[in-house]
Nanobody, 125 residues
Framework: VQLQEWGPGLLKPSQTLSLTCAVY??????????WSWIRQPPGKGLEWMGV???????YYSPSLKSRTSIARDTSKNQFTLQLVSVTPEDTAVYYC??????????????????WGQGTQVTVSS
């Protein structure tokens, strides 16, 4: 399985961040993986944002839940992240990742089986 994420590199405060993660080499529905979004702000550790399961169930970080939405497009074998009302504190490298187990809040890299390469998102006026 390979993951590739992309999205806008630069946003202004109050805008909505939309990221897409394409999955290659495995179906997002029948491979029975959990598909997560994780970010790493500059100089800080990994922050788990949320996950969508192979069946479409979603779980979010309590601290981001009010601003976050994760969805999937099964026809394209992709899943997406939307983060509304961004601020400079949302500046980070954003990763998509896949795991065979559902571990809410996991921020240890080896708990995930596959990672995307990461995409830099900067929020600045």
């Amino acid at each position: 399985v390979q993951l590739q994420e992309w999205g806008p590199g630069l946003l202004k405060p109050s805008q909505t961040l939309s990221l897409t993660c394409a999955v290659y080499g495995g179906s997002i529905t029948t491979s029975y993986y959990y598909w997560s979004w994780i970010r790493q702000p500059p100089g800080k550790g990994l922050e788990w944002m949320g996950v969508i399961s192979y069946s479409g169930s979603t779980y979010y970080s309590p601290s981001l839940k009010s601003r976050t939405s994760i969805a999937r497009d099964t026809s394209k074998n992709q899943f997406t992240l939307q983060l509304v009302s961004v601020t400079p504190e949302d500046t980070a490298v954003y990763y998509c990742a896949a795991s065979k187990r559902l571990i809410l809040g996991a921020t240890t890299k080896n708990l995930y089986d596959y990672w995307g390469q990461g995409t830099q998102v900067t929020v600045s006026s």
